[in-house]
C-alpha cells in the first residue's frame, strides 16, 4: 500500500538544498569570509563570479568550480586594492563538506593597512582663479587624510570637470595620476587641468513649437546672451519650460561648440494638446466613513488667451454615509448621508517678474462630511510661486468663509455651559454656523522623490507659516513642519519614514483652547495620519445625547440618575504630531504587482499646542495589502493601538425643551476600556481599517 507523504513533509522537502553533484562539481551552499573587518561579506560576493545555491521555496543549485574560484580570489584581492588595501591578501580558502558531499568555502583575509591620501596637486591652473580653485578643491570627494580609494579618485576626476564647466570651462577635461607608497600605506594625487576657454551663452534656438511662440519659451528659459556658461543653467532652463504644463517633451542642449568662447542653445520641445478634459470615477472605505461612488472631472487649457496661461478646472463629487453605509441602510441613529464635493478653478499665468515665478490665483467650493462635523466652505487665494530644482516657494493670501458648518451628534442649542473646554466659545464664534477667515500663507517644499505616486527613494520636506489678519473671525499663528524619507534596502524592500508636527497658537485675550476655528485645528487618525484611528477619531472629544434623553429626565426614590453622554463629536486640537515608519515588500513573487507593508504610526492631538518631543505618543503598529496600479497603489491597511489614552468629554448643564429646565451631564470618558454596560462611558474601538487609493505618505 501507497503512503502519502504529510504536507508539512513535502513542504520541507521543497525547501531543502539539492546535493547531486554535477560533472563531478559538488553543490555549494554558502561562502564566509573571515578576516573582513572594513568590506562587507556581501560586498565582497558581489565582487566575483562563484555564487552560493540560494533560493526559499525553490533552491536554485549552484556548484563549485575549483579553476573558477581561483580566479575569483584574485578579484577579491583587486577589490581590496581598489579600495585602498595594497597590502590585502587571501591566506587560505577552507573546503568544508556535509555527510552529503556538499560543499561551503571560509575564505580567509588578511586585509592589512590602507593607503590614505597623503597630498593633492592640481597643475595647470592658470585659467582658473585661486578663489576658484579653493571652491572646487572643498567640493571634491577625496580631501587630503581621507582613505584612498580608486572609485572616489576617478569620481573626483568628474567632479572637477563639472565644477570647471559650472564656472564657464564648456570644453573642461581633466586627467590624474596616483603614486602609491605601500610602504607608509600613502597615495599622492595629481590632478592635470585642461580647462579651455572660458565660454559665455549665445543665442537661444527654439524648434518643434508650432502654436506656441518662440519668444515666450527663450523668456521662460532664463538665459539671456553673454551670461556665463554652466550646465546648471542649461537644467533650470529645461525645468522651467516644461513647468510652463504647455509641453509633453522638453530638451535644452548646447549646439556643436565652434572656434569663438559662446555657446548657443537649442531648446527643442513637444507640444501637448492645449485642452484635455480628464474623467474618474472611484471610492473610499474607512471605519466611519464611506464615500461611494467619487466622482472625478478635470478640464485643462494650456494656453488660455495665449501667454502660456493655463487653466485648471476641478471637480470632484462624492455621496458620503457616515459611519457606514450599512448602517445608514439599517437606519441606525447617528448616521449622516450627503454629497460631499471639492470644485476648484485655477489660473496660472507664468513667469510674471522674472522666469520661474508663477501667479496662481484660485476659487474654490467645497461641501464636506464627517464623522464629527460637516461645513460649506467657499475661499480664494492668490499669491506669487518659485520653483528652482528641486525647491519650490509659495506666498498666498487667502479669504476663506466657511457656513453651514455643524457638530454631528450635537445640539448645540440644548448645552448652556460646559466645564474645561466652553462649548459656549464652540458655538459663539467658532466657525459654528459660520466663521470668516483672512491669512496670508507662506509654503517651502524641497522633493527628491524618485516617484510622487510610489517613491523609492529620495527625501521630501516642507513647512507652512500662517497668520490670520483681519477681516476674519480669529487671530492666530500656525506652524506645521513635515518630512518623509524613503530608502531602497533591497529591490524588493523599501524604508519609509515621516515626522510631522503642528501648533496653532491662540492670540489675544481669550486662550481658551476652542477660541480657534475648528477648521483650521489638526485631527488625527484617518488613513493618511494615525492609522489606528477612524478618520478624526483622535483627540479631543465633546459630549452629544444625554443618557436621559431630553424630556425625559429620571427621577427615583433615592434621587435623580446621573446623565452621562451617549454620544460624541471630534472638535481637534491645536497640538498635533506625528511619527511613521512602514517597511514595503514586494511580493511579485506571491501574486503581480502585489505588495505587503508593515507599518507602525504614532501620534498624539492636543487641546493645547506641545513643543514636539513633549508628551505621550499613541503608537499603533499595523499591517497593509498592496496592489500596484499606473494611478498609485490600492491599498487596505489594518492598525491596533496598543496604549490608547483614555479622552473625556466635559460636563455640561442640557435645557429640557419639554420643560425648559436645566440638567446636568456628568464628564463621561471616551475609551477602549469603557464598559458600556454602566452608561457612565463612551466605547471607542482601538483598532481601525482603511481602503483607498494612494500610499499614505
Same mark, same amino acid.
Given at each position: ?34 578576516? *573582513? ?18 533560493? #526559499? ?89 581621507? *582613505? ?22 564648456? %570644453? ?56 556665463? #556658461? ?60 464611506? %464615500? ?26 462624492? +455621496? ?107 458655538? *459663539? ?11 496670508? %500663507? ?25 497668520? !490670520? ?16 524619507? +524613503? ?40 488613513? *493618511? ?52 515608519? %512602514? ?7 506571491? #501574486? ?66 419639554? !420643560? ?22 463612551? +466605547? ?14
Amino acid at each position: 500500500m501507497r503512503k502519502t507523504l504529510p504536507p508539512v513533509f513535502l513542504a520541507l522537502c521543497a525547501c531543502a538544498t539539492p546535493s547531486t553533484p554535477f560533472e563531478g562539481r559538488p553543490v555549494l551552499v554558502g561562502i564566509d569570509f573571515a578576516g *573582513n573587518h572594513s568590506i562587507s561579506s556581501g560586498e565582497l560576493l558581489d565582487h566575483i563570479a562563484t555564487a552560493p545555491t540560494t533560493g #526559499f521555496f525553490k533552491k536554485t543549485a549552484r556548484y563549485y568550480d575549483v579553476d573558477l574560484f581561483a580566479i575569483d580570489v584574485k578579484r577579491i584581492v583587486r577589490w581590496y586594492n581598489q579600495k585602498g588595501f595594497y597590502e590585502a591578501k587571501v591566506t587560505g580558502v577552507d573546503e568544508v563538506r556535509d555527510d552529503k558531499g556538499r560543499v561551503r568555502l571560509v575564505v580567509h583575509v588578511e586585509e592589512g593597512r590602507r593607503a590614505y591620501v597623503k597630498d593633492i596637486w592640481f597643475v595647470d591652473t592658470d585659467a582658473v582663479s585661486p578663489e576658484e580653485m579653493g571652491d572646487i578643491d572643498a567640493a571634491l570627494a577625496l580631501h587630503r587624510g581621507d *582613505n584612498f580609494d580608486e572609485d572616489q579618485y576617478e569620481k573626483s576626476k568628474e567632479q572637477l570637470v563639472d565644477q570647471l564647466k559650472q564656472r564657464g570651462f564648456a %570644453e573642461a577635461q581633466v586627467s590624474g595620476q596616483v603614486r602609491v607608497a605601500p610602504e607608509d600605506s600613502a597615495a599622492f594625487i595629481t590632478y592635470k587641468l585642461d580647462p579651455g576657454s572660458r565660454y559665455t551663452f549665445g543665442r537661444v534656438v527654439v524648434t518643434g513649437n508650432r502654436a506656441i511662440d518662440a519668444s515666450e519659451i527663450i523668456r521662460a528659459t532664463g538665459i539671456r546672451r553673454g551670461d556665463l #556658461f554652466s550646465p546648471r543653467a542649461l537644467q533650470l532652463a529645461q525645468q522651467r519650460v516644461y513647468n510652463l504644463g504647455a509641453f509633453a517633451g522638453v530638451r535644452v542642449a548646447l549646439e556643436p561648440l565652434g572656434d569663438s568662447p559662446v555657446a548657443a542653445v537649442q531648446v527643442t520641445v513637444r507640444e501637448a494638446p492645449f485642452q484635455t478634459i480628464r474623467l474618474g470615477i472611484g471610492g473610499q472605505i474607512e471605519e466611519f466613513r464611506w %464615500e461611494l461612488p467619487r466622482l472625478r472631472a478635470d478640464y485643462t487649457n494650456r494656453n488660455l488667451f495665449g501667454g502660456l496661461r493655463r487653466l485648471e478646472l476641478s471637480s470632484t463629487l462624492g +455621496y458620503a454615509f457616515v459611519p457606514s453605509l450599512p448602517e445608514v441602510i439599517r437606519k441606525a441613529p447617528q448616521t449622516e448621508t450627503g454629497l460631499v464635493t471639492l470644485t476648484s478653478a485655477q489660473l496660472t499665468t507664468p513667469n510674471v517678474l522674472f522666469p520661474g515665478v508663477d501667479l496662481v490665483s484660485r476659487a474654490e467650493f467645497a461641501r464636506e462630511l464627517q464623522q464629527g462635523f460637516a461645513y460649506d466652505e467657499v475661499a480664494g487665494r492668490f499669491g506669487p510661486l518659485y520653483r528652482i530644482d528641486r525647491h519650490s516657494i509659495a506666498a498666498s493670501l487667502n479669504f476663506v468663509r466657511y457656513f453651514n458648518a455643524g457638530l454631528n451628534g450635537v445640539d448645540l442649542t440644548q448645552l448652556v455651559q460646559q466645564g474645561g473646554q466652553s462649548l459656549g466659545v464652540l458655538a *459663539n464664534n467658532n466657525c459654528i454656523p459660520a466663521c470668516t477667515l483672512t491669512y496670508p %500663507e507662506l509654503r517651502y517644499t524641497y522633493d527628491s522623490r524618485d516617484n510622487v505616486l510610489e517613491p523609492t527613494s529620495g527625501f521630501f520636506g516642507t513647512v507652512s507659516l500662517q497668520q !490670520t489678519l483681519k477681516p476674519g473671525s480669529f487671530s492666530y499663528f500656525r506652524v506645521e513642519p513635515e518630512v518623509r524619507a +524613503y530608502f531602497p534596502v533591497a529591490p524588493w524592500l523599501v524604508l519609509a519614514g515621516r515626522a510631522q508636527y503642528g501648533a496653532l497658537i491662540v492670540e489675544g485675550p481669550n486662550q481658551d483652547a476652542q477660541a480657534s476655528p475648528f477648521t483650521q485645528r489638526f485631527f488625527g487618525g484617518g488613513q *493618511n495620519y494615525q492609522r489606528g484611528y477612524a478618520s478624526f477619531g483622535q483627540g479631543p472629544k465633546v459630549g452629544g445625547a444625554p443618557s436621559a434623553g431630553v424630556g425625559r429626565t429620571l427621577i427615583t426614590p433615592f434621587g435623580p440618575i446621573q446623565d452621562y453622554w451617549t454620544t460624541y463629536a471630534s472638535v481637534g486640537g491645536n497640538g498635533a504630531a506625528l511619527l511613521s515608519g %512602514e517597511l514595503r515588500f514586494r511580493t511579485d513573487f506571491l #501574486f503581480r504587482n502585489s505588495g505587503i507593508v508593515l507599518f507602525t504610526d504614532a501620534s498624539r492631538i492636543t487641546a493645547n499646542p506641545t513643543l514636539p518631543w513633549e508628551g505621550r505618543l499613541e503608537v499603533a503598529p499595523g499591517i497593509g495589502l498592496r496592489y500596484i496600479t499606473p494611478f498609485g497603489p490600492i491599498r487596505l491597511d489594518v492598525a491596533y493601538v496598543v496604549n490608547p489614552v483614555s479622552v473625556e468629554a466635559p460636563g455640561a448643564r442640557v435645557i429640557d425643551p419639554t !420643560t425648559k429646565t436645566e440638567f446636568p451631564v456628568a464628564a463621561t470618558r471616551i475609551g477602549p476600556d469603557c464598559d458600556q454596560r454602566d452608561g457612565t462611558c463612551i +466605547y471607542q474601538r482601538r483598532w481601525s481599517y482603511h481602503l483607498t487609493l494612494g500610499e499614505a505618505f
